[in-house]
């Protein structure tokens, strides 16, 4: 059996390469596609015996999307694709269409599901990625989502079909990850220091909420509290969020370092993870964070954090409806008890150990065969 896998980026992720190798191990041949340019994720994927190709175009619009599907067309002619797994938005817009030309049964996986219902905030969604996830929607035939949140979300807002969807979750081999430099963790906790060090690894963009958490801790740090934010990656509210942090001088309990290679450093020397989003499908931050045996801020009902995240036990869970002042009391509380906050932490590794470890490939890989 023959699987295209269709994608539109060039960057690793531990959880993707981690499925594609479990296929290969059950004898499905896998062929990787992406709409950009070679880049680490391809490299990687050669060095360990895939073929890989790319499908960079360098125009815009509708011109661009009409290449893509025409190249796909003749590409799974070619390949003799018997099965083409297309994943995020960008593959899945073109796979849908070229579907009519072609004889290979097309898979959509949707990684997210924008939660923008019932909160006080104004978050607008761009209208074009609204009409795709319609299109997508009604011309997919069958729809995978990683967890209960994705599929409720799309089920219950987006109004989809749910003869077409099914829940997949995530593999990951953990032991692919980067270990932090014991080194660098000690400078950091001595280049920032407090009693709380917070983090937040997530694109600057208005639906992972930093525009909430930063007054949260400006109140918090005008109370006295001792603690600091450290903020991870790039995005279009960068300006906005420096603007705050300039506006209040808080400069030097906010800290924006921008994207990092070495990131695991950053997570291995803060004390808590901060992820108030409204669009998350299986954040592997939130995963990463748990196997330094430390606990996790995470909003309820998005996602898959409700399929292993247990309020008040092993992390803690924002309402998205009072989120504020949620998310304060929480600070505040891990701010107290640094001893809950350690044991949570403890029991967080373990029950996302045994959720998504690589120990659970054979029942997915599983699931991937009821699809053909």
Known sequence: MKILFYYPSN???IALETLLIELRKKDFEIIILTTCSKGAFHFYMESI?????SNKINTSGFVYYIKQIIFLIRFCKEKK???IHSHLQHANIIAVIAQYFITSKLIVFRHHFRFIENIKEVIRINKNEIRFDKIINFLAKKIVVPSKGVYEGIKNYEKVDINKMCIIPYIYDFSKYQQPEPTEIEKIKLQYPCKLRLIMVSRLIKLKRHHIVFPIVKDL??????IKLIVLD??????NLEAYILKFNLKDHIIMLGFRTDFINFMAAADLLIQPSLTDASNSAAK???LFEKAIVVSDNVGDYNDYVINNVNGYLISLKDSENNLKEIIIDAYNNPVKLKNMGTKLKKDVLLKFDISNADKIIDMYKKLE
Do not use: M
């Open 11 to 13: 960057k690793r992720t």
């Open 49 to 53: 015996g895939f073929q890989t190709f």
């Open 81 to 83: 694709i018997n099965i």
């Open 221 to 226: 740090i005008d109370s006295g509290y001792d």
């Open 234 to 239: 790039e995005g279009p509210e960068k300006e």
């Open 288 to 290: 990463e964070f748990a």
